[in-house]
């Protein structure tokens, strides 16, 4: 029962942000269409790690009150947690009516952990045409770090040197979420910038991959973060590495090609 009680918790966090300076094709239907990495049904696997102050942490439901936390690795009993082993990214045609972002792909995460009856999923969006794609990362629960870090963007075509911006407002709900003790004076703007400053071959866990390197910054009244993403034209962002807020570091690495 504690269990099933997480996956009810962890399944509605969806949390509403409006970002600037992002091209939006304005169509009601059939959004994923014109969409030539993130194809409806394509499924992307991704591992991750968290560091913070120098240990890795694994995130882990307990046995013992049922709650998700970070726990670190070389601590991990299995009797006592299930362990998230890696995160699935799939495009997926959503009921009628109801799209959890308006005007964006419909994206499922899947969080996948050691037993494999057992998971935890989150819907979000995503926008994908000839100028731009923009996404929203995991950001349920113990990965809600990442609301104020850059998220995934690239403005098309990339060259070396080139740079964007992007602003993102972040509501009052998020205060809450992201236990900070300070007042919340409505909505305000994170504001990042991106600038390509490389293009090379990097070993991931799916292979060798030809990636543009793309560093973001981003700062608001809460806090400076930075983020580095490894983006490729024909798979999309193999590895993304997030410093955050809190100082801790979250990356994931793509597993598979998903063709």
Excluded at 22 to 50: A, C, G, P, W
Excluded at 64 to 69: F, N, Q, T, V, W
Aim: proline content about 3%.
């Amino acid at each position: 029962m504690k269990f099933l009680i997480s996956i009810l918790l962890f399944n509605s966090m969806c949390f509403s942000v409006s970002a600037q300076d992002v091209i939006i094709e304005k169509r009601i239907f059939n959004l994923d269409y014109d969409n030539i990495i993130y194809k409806r049904n394509n499924v992307f696997r991704y591992s991750y790690n968290y560091e913070l102050n120098g240990e890795s942490f694994k995130m882990a439901l307990s046995s013992d009150d049922g709650e998700l936390k970070w726990v670190k690795e070389n601590t991990i009993t299995e009797n006592k947690y299930l362990i998230l082993n890696e995160i699935t990214w799939e495009v997926i045609k959503p009921k009628l009516f109801s799209r959890t972002n308006r005007f964006q792909s419909e994206l499922l995460f899947t969080y996948l952990f050691n037993k494999k009856d057992f998971s935890l999923r989150e819907w979000t969006g995503l926008v994908e045409n000839k100028d731009n794609i923009w996404i929203h990362p995991p950001r349920a629960n113990l990965f809600n770090v990442l609301e104020l870090s850059p998220f995934p963007f690239v403005k098309l075509p990339l060259s070396i040197d080139k740079t964007w911006f992007n602003a993102i407002g972040i509501t009052k709900k998020w205060h809450k979420e992201l236990k900070f003790e300070v007042d919340w004076e409505g909505l305000f703007y994170q504001k990042a910038e991106y600038r390509v400053i490389d293009h090379k071959k990097i070993t991931i866990q799916a292979g060798k991959i030809d990636c543009w390197v793309i560093q973001a910054k981003a700062e608001s009244k809460l806090g400076k973060t930075t983020s580095l993403f490894y983006f490729n034209e024909k798979y999309g962002f193999v590895k993304l590495a997030n410093e955050n807020f809190d100082g801790s570091n979250l990356t994931f690495e793509l597993i598979e090609f998903p063709y």
